[in-house]
């Protein structure tokens, strides 16, 4: 090969394979990319307890470290973040971005672990808002995460996610996707882009079983793995939305409390 399309995550592990690093790697993998990654945070899920998570976050300075190793190859085409867990890994990414002048930037705002519904650290929420968003290319934050950032708090409807998202494009990002997913009423799963003029909302039938877990992170990674390949943000985006349905589509049972996409139904075309 003589052209190596590289993409980067700052992301924490998911070790049940669905999210996290993890999800993104394998979404570069798909996307014919060459995956590097910063690992920030270690979570791990209880199934004895619930499913319920805990979180540890790697400390700042080995971050660093690894974002150096990272760069030391030369630039990446695009990279994505998720989980971050700390102010000082929100600004070691911050620094890493600016340092490297790099481009093709997705936030992936990741607030709460799936089935939590508190932010993990408000002070990495506000760190993300303002040190983040006007670095990126796109955020992709979900109804919980959107609430937040734009100060909206619950969203219930299209106009609501609409107007989060033009806020939070005030923000400094220079492109927005709600996410709405599953989480709207209706038997429709409903996402909002906003690109500072223009929203498009994109709609498709809910799957059920809703073997999501991970669906957040895949997005956010295929829509870096887009931008890499060359893709403008609006075709990185469309097709991301397709990339994820199709993981939604051919996800299964992990065990009784979660269900992962998989990373490979687009290729397969299942």
């Not at 983040?132 to 409807?157: D, M, Q, W």
């Amino acid at each position: 090969m003589t052209n190596i399309i590289k993409t980067l995550t700052i992301a924490g592990s998911d070790s049940s394979g669905g999210a996290g690093i993890q999800a993104d790697l394998k979404t570069f993998e798909e996307y014919g990319t060459y995956g590097l990654s910063a690992l920030t945070t270690i979570v791990t899920m209880d199934p004895d307890n619930g499913w319920h998570h805990n979180v540890y976050p790697i400390d700042a300075a080995i971050v660093a470290e690894q974002l150096k190793t990272v760069f030391a190859g030369g630039p990446v085409d695009a990279m994505k973040t998720g989980m971050l867990g700390s102010v000082e890994i929100v600004r070691v990414t911050e620094q890493a971005i600016k340092d490297n002048r790099q481009s093709n930037v997705v936030i992936d705002p990741v607030m709460v672990c799936k089935g939590e519904d508190e932010v993990l650290n408000p002070e990495s929420a506000h760190a993300i808002r303002d040190l983040l968003l006007p670095l990126a290319t796109v955020v992709t934050p979900n109804l919980f995460e959107a609430g937040v950032l734009s100060g909206l708090g619950k969203l219930s409807t299209i106009e609501d996610m609409k107007e989060a998202a033009r806020l939070i494009h005030e923000l400094g990002a220079s492109n927005v996707v709600v996410k709405g997913g599953k989480s709207l009423d209706g038997d429709q799963a409903i996402d909002v882009f906003y690109n500072g003029s223009e929203y498009t909302v994109f709609t498709a039938d809910k799957i059920e079983p809703a073997t999501n877990h991970g669906a957040g992170c895949t997005f956010a990674a295929a829509i870096a793995g887009g931008l890499a390949n060359g893709l403008t943000v609006d075709e990185a985006v469309a097709k991301a939305k397709d990339f994820v349905l199709a993981a939604i589509r051919n996800g299964f049972a992990f065990n009784e409390y979660v269900g992962p996409v998989f990373h490979g139904g687009y290729r397969l075309g299942q």
